[in-house]
């Protein structure tokens, strides 16, 4: 009988046992976008043109490998990335092509590196790179276990001291 109730106090003391299991359980399992899976190898042609690249947007995971390949059309355009050690110059009707890996999340411009017009200040592109998802679950699970042995230690401190009392 008080074993029985010792064992239903338990239960009732150790609802968030059950939160954090389920928590972990649904950060485990929720499924990610194909592509967040993983860092991945991933190819860019970009056009330059008076006065744009095309495309102009360029959406990618930290910890991709990045290759860019510009490509210009008219005359001789370049392509560095704020933030980013990199540059790309092309010929006219020629392309140049390097890799980088998108180390660093945020959103970065990349511009014309090359004077190519009285429109070339506007010659503007954004790359967008997003958080590694399977990092960031990483980190939540790695958080809500130090939070869970956290808990689990107050407890049993807890139940130490009502049964000596
Ligand atoms: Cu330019």
């Given at each position: 009988?008080k074993?029985?109730?010792?064992?239903?106090?338990?239960?009732?003391?150790?609802?968030?046992i059950?939160l954090i299991?389920?928590?972990?359980?649904?950060?485990?399992?929720?499924?990610?976008?194909?592509s967040?899976n993983?860092?991945?190898?991933?190819?860019?042609?970009?056009?330059?043109?008076m006065?744009?690249?095309i495309?102009?947007?360029?959406?990618?995971n930290?910890?991709?490998?990045?290759?860019?390949?510009?490509?210009?059309t008219?005359?001789?355009?370049?392509?560095?990335?704020?933030?980013y050690d990199?540059e790309l110059?092309?010929d006219p009707?020629q392309?140049?092509?390097?890799?980088?890996?998108?180390n660093?999340?945020?959103?970065?411009?990349?511009?014309?590196?090359?004077a190519?017009?009285?429109?070339?200040p506007?010659?503007i592109?954004?790359?967008?790179?997003?958080?590694?998802?399977?990092?960031?679950r990483?980190?939540?699970?790695?958080?809500?276990?130090v939070?869970?042995?956290?808990?689990?230690f107050?407890?049993s401190?807890?139940?130490?001291?009502?049964?000596?009392?």
């Amino acid at each position: 009988m008080k074993s029985d109730s010792v064992l239903k106090n338990l239960v009732k003391k150790n609802w968030w046992i059950s939160l954090i299991v389920l928590l972990a359980l649904l950060i485990i399992f929720i499924p990610l976008p194909q592509s967040q899976n993983d860092a991945a190898d991933r190819h860019f042609q970009v056009e330059a043109s008076m006065f744009q690249f095309i495309p102009g947007r360029i959406q990618v995971n930290q910890g991709d490998r990045i290759t860019l390949e510009l490509i210009s059309t008219d005359v001789v355009h370049g392509l560095s990335i704020d933030g980013y050690d990199f540059e790309l110059i092309a010929d006219p009707g020629q392309s140049q092509t390097a890799t980088f890996i998108a180390n660093k999340t945020g959103v970065f411009r990349f511009r014309c590196s090359i004077a190519c017009g009285n429109m070339h200040p506007f010659m503007i592109g954004k790359l967008q790179v997003g958080p590694n998802w399977v990092l960031v679950r990483g980190i939540i699970l790695g958080v809500l276990a130090v939070f869970a042995a956290f808990l689990s230690f107050r407890q049993s401190s807890h139940i130490q001291k009502s049964t000596v009392s």
